[in-house]
């Protein structure tokens, strides 16, 4: 059989939906406190994401160094300083900066 073509608006499609139900996935086991899988889930997801080459949403975040999702209040640390939004990861210590200028213009 040979691969059916599909439009890249379908692939994305579906990319979006799978993405979004493993990334779904991945934070309901971080709260059952299994890291193992939510890491899992996370890696399929980001693989996806360089299949369809959507990524993954910016508002799903996950540190980039264990692939753990990072849920603020559960795993990991969200603070500010000197105009940045720091996010500790609580897993790995891993520390991730990001100036919050737009929210400063608004
Ligand atoms: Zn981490």
């Given at each position: 059989m040979s691969k059916r073509r599909l439009s890249q608006k379908t692939?994305?499609?579906?990319?979006?939906?799978r993405i979004d139900r493993l990334m779904d996935l991945?934070?309901?086991?971080?709260?059952?406190d299994r890291g193992d899988r939510a890491r899992r889930y996370v890696e399929l997801a980001?693989?996806?994401?360089?299949?369809t080459r959507i990524g993954i949403p910016a508002e799903r975040r996950y540190c980039k160094k264990c692939l753990i999702p990072?849920?603020?209040?559960?795993?990991?640390?969200?603070?500010l300083s000197n105009h940045m939004v720091v996010v500790?990861?609580?897993?790995?210590g891993e520390t991730r900066r990001k100036p919050y200028v737009r929210e400063q213009k608004r």
């Open positions: 692939v994305e499609d579906i990319g979006r939906r991945s934070e309901e086991a971080v709260r059952q980001r693989r996806i994401g360089m299949k990072m849920m603020p209040g559960v795993n990991c640390r969200v603070r500790t990861c609580c897993e790995c």
